[in-house]
């Protein structure tokens, strides 16, 4: 394999606290490192992810002449950036660092067996610091970035983003499936906080886009095709009657996608008298100065909401989840409508009124007499329609006692749900949804804006369940995602990626079609034409490697020699133990 | 980045929490300035203190620490934590800000952090990290992954003996520090105060204060961090052994608009679930039951998270209030009355330990601040903004932004994506238009 430097390796123990060394012999495990073959320095160290413990990397590094370095701490997927960066500043590169698993694999799921954990512990160090011998420098890479951004849905979340980020400086196309702006607000009658209507809200906002000089608007039209990689987007954007089509070149995406809410056939008589309608159904009714029964146009008298239809609902998939926005929106409708009826109800699993601003519109509705009323997910209400009279009969959990009810009116919470294309757009730009149906951000604490797809952003209800002002915040914080790519104009790019033996390869583009990210295509500028890996596309997966015939294709990082070498070390110790420098 | 129409570039973020860190780290990441203001010898906020976080029980510090790095290290972010801002002047693009950085005693440019220092101090102080359960030394630092990774003298308790002088292979020690005042110039501030605590104290039929074993949501969050003083063993706090029947008490100081906090904290439900199933956890055959007014699981994963606790990890949930906590002289166990509010029973319950989960309230001194700034704030004593929808994060003061818990409590990814959002505002408003 070339000329190769005699490994010197550094192996760092972490105690996490007590989160691994209340179980694993952390010190055992560092001296039996120090014994294994290239290791020059072993240590256990309290927190190696502290800024104590980089810097005792660094200084390792420098004192023993350290060229790999083996941490021993949690899972990569928090702390491998931050030690790649380290031994980068300790003058390595970031490559020729090995993180092993000792907390998550090891510690927690072994927690009442010390002994046997720890010798997985010392099994798994050996078979890491037996990979780290064969590492190997890998360029650092950067690719450009195309200063425009792809917003997908003008509602709310959608407009917000393309207005930042054009006041920003930077260029925006705004995709709409719909024939006009505005998403679900601009239909509703009622916002909250203060009472404007959805058009009052979004109107402006609507206006300014169309105005602006650096957004593009295409309504009536959908991302139909998508290709590239962070920085170096490509969209292809078709107008839905097909008579249009246009590609656009964009840096970075936001997926504004929204929800639907849902139709709950099958709830509470819905779809058996006109009278009973949703929340949605209810905002997109005429201002409620005038509340009439749409079955005869009289005007209501007693009028109900019952919530959670369709949502918090355990085992039923994709309605297990609190749709978050419609207690409050039954607690202001029902404050707002009692005033205009002779009796309001409503009936409720639990009253979740969080925010700022909730609890008065909550005792405001209880002051005005809206009586509330709590029943078990285990004994819903039972609606029934008879001769157009709706009557509702439920268990009053905390009166103890079994009531009856006939509105004129019935109004159903219903959940907040993807909208039906939802898993389009997850393909489309290679996104993961959670049981809600929404997308997965790409952590669920501290990134909740960006996605695994690097260069992806997701806002508002696309993310999860909330209501309008939630989703102009994601917005605006998603948009500053985005605007933080364009302002640097490069990125990194990961350099494990898939490699090609052009003069291995034979051309039968198993690799071509096995690739999930269409990384691979053909060079034909080659005789006879070869595998070409496009890096930035590439995700480092190795499906290729291992379906190519021919041995072509080498995992950067991931060699079948890294490999084996770990295998041997489990499956041989005493052949790599010893200490004998081989 | 120069632009006619503001005269600084600079941002400054008051506040080193998560929200704070995040506008700090999205205003950098496009090329401005930012000074990160933080009051305590380290950056990292109530998150750093936490055990695990919600719906996915991630440990809180394994999560945050590369945060904390990476704030610490960008070349775009100067941090000066143990700093308190005294003045702020000007208007947007034009703001003088004065900062009073606090003597630390320990020269930040040579501490290592290695801790012979706080090793060899003979003083030792309860430590307010670990909400004064354990101990730290007069000279230390707040927790493992402090950052900056510098030691800090706490004056009051010092007894000047300078053993750590002497001990300190870098000198970094240096009595003769002076507190200083540093003026900064900046285009745009931004608020990122965080919270305070209810004070439980102020219900007391729970006992707190009084019964050793009722204790706080943050002292348990401590109590079972593999890092807190009992190096994660869940102990009484009244004789050291294991508590077998464990109470959470839900809405102590939120929803009650007689002791002035008439808002729901919107976290409270979801630690306490969290901490409830953390119980199970530890001592799987503890029965644990959760004492709670509504069940509000409303964000991404909660509902779930919920169902789980009640399913898969044994919680019980009963909702109604819970009356005066009484105290066995003997066993140090805790009687009350509490009625079922869903079967109409009164139960006469024992426990051996009571968690009381309180209730955000607006930052210490955020008043004063407010003040200060000429903000305008709510009823509730939080920063007002100027329109939900149209500018959310604005406050009456142009120039002036809030994200995080100054304007209402948020749970962490609201507040991460808060941050991220007032740092797109200050952003636009440096740039005006300009794509640099």
Known sequence: MGEKEQPRIGVFVCHCGHNIAGTVDVERVAKEASKFPNVVFSTDEMFMCADSGQELIRTKIKEFGLNRVVVASCSPRMHEPTFRRVVEEGGLNRYLFEQVNLREHVSWCHMHQPEAATEKAIDLVRMAVARAARLESLPIKTVSVIPRTLIVGGGIAGLRAALDIADRGFEVVLVEKAPRLGGHVIKWTHMFPGDRTGEQVIGPMIERVMSHPRITVYTDSKVVGFDGYIGNFEATIRSNDGKSEEKVEVGAVIVATGFKAFKPKGYYAYGESPNIVTLEELQEMPRRDDLLRPSDGKPVKRIAFIGCVGSREPGVKGHEHCSRYCCLAVAKAAADLRDRVEEALVLYQDVRTYGRGHEEIHRLAREKRVIFSKFEPSEKPRVTVEKGKIIMEWHDVLADDNLRFEPDLLVLASAMVPPDDVEETANLFSLTRSGDGFFNPEHIKLAPLTTHTAGIMIAGVAQAAKNASESVVDASGAAAKATSLLAKGEVEIESTVAHVDPELCSSCHTCVTACPYGAISMDNSRDPPVALVTEAKCHGCGTCAAGCPSAAITMLHSTDDQILSMVEALLMPAMTSGGEVQ | ?436
């Open chain 2, 1 to 436: 980045m120069s632009n006619g129409a503001a005269r600084s570039n600079n941002v400054l973020v008051v506040g080193g929490g998560v929200a704070g860190m995040q506008a700090a780290l999205d205003v950098a990441n496009q090329g401005y300035k930012v000074y990160l203001v933080e009051k305590a010898p380290s950056i990292g906020g109530r998150m750093a203190a936490l055990d695990k976080t919600f719906p996915t029980l991630d440990c809180s510090a394994c999560i945050l620490t590369p945060r904390l790095s990476e704030v610490a290290r960008h070349p775009n972010i100067e941090l000066l934590t143990y700093s308190e801002v005294q003045s702020v002047e000007g208007s947007l693009g034009d703001f003088t800000v004065r900062v009073l950085r606090k003597a630390r005693y320990v020269r930040e440019d040579r501490c290592s952090g290695c801790g012979d220092c706080a090793r060899e101090c003979p003083v030792e102080v309860p430590n307010e990290f670990d909400e004064f359960l354990g101990f730290r030394k007069a000279i230390y630092v707040m927790f493992p992954q402090s950052t900056p990774n510098v030691y800090t003298i706490d004056a009051e308790h010092c007894i000047r003996c300078k053993r750590c002088e002497r001990v300190c292979e870098r000198g970094a020690i240096d009595f003769d520090m002076q507190d200083e005042i540093v003026e900064l110039k900046v285009g745009v501030v931004v608020l990122s105060v965080g919270y305070k605590l209810f004070d439980v104290r102020q219900y007391p039929r729970l006992g707190y204060g009084h019964h050793r074993n009722v204790i706080t949501a943050m002292e348990f969050e401590r109590l079972i961090n593999a890092a807190g003083p009992t190096k994660g063993h869940l102990i009484r706090l009244s004789d050291g052994r294991m508590p077998k029947r464990i109470g959470f008490i839900q809405c102590v100081g939120a929803r009650d608009v007689k002791k002035g906090v008439p808002n729901c904290s919107r976290v409270c439900c979801m630690y306490g679930i969290k901490n409830a199933v953390m119980a199970r956890e530890h001592y799987p055959d503890a029965e644990v039951t959760v004492y709670y007014a509504d069940i509000r699981a409303f964000g991404k994963g909660f509902e779930e998270f919920y169902e789980m606790a009640k399913t898969r990890f044994g919680v019980k949930f009963i909702k109604g209030r819970v009356g005066e906590i009484v105290e066995d002289p003997e066993t140090a166990n805790l009687q009350f009355y509490v009625e079922d509010t869903l079967s109409g029973e009164i139960l006469d319950v024992e426990h051996d330990m009571i968690v009381l989960c309180p209730g955000l309230q607006p930052a210490e001194d955020l008043d004063k601040l407010a003040e200060m700034l000429g903000l305008e704030t709510s009823t509730d004593g939080y920063i007002e903004t100027r329109d939900a929808f149209a500018a959310p994060l604005e406050t009456n003061h142009p120039g002036i932004l809030v994200c995080g818990c100054a304007d209402g409590p948020k749970d962490i990814p609201d507040s991460v994506t808060a941050g991220s959002a007032a740092a797109m505002k200050a952003t636009i408003l440096l740039s005006s238009g300009g794509a640099k």
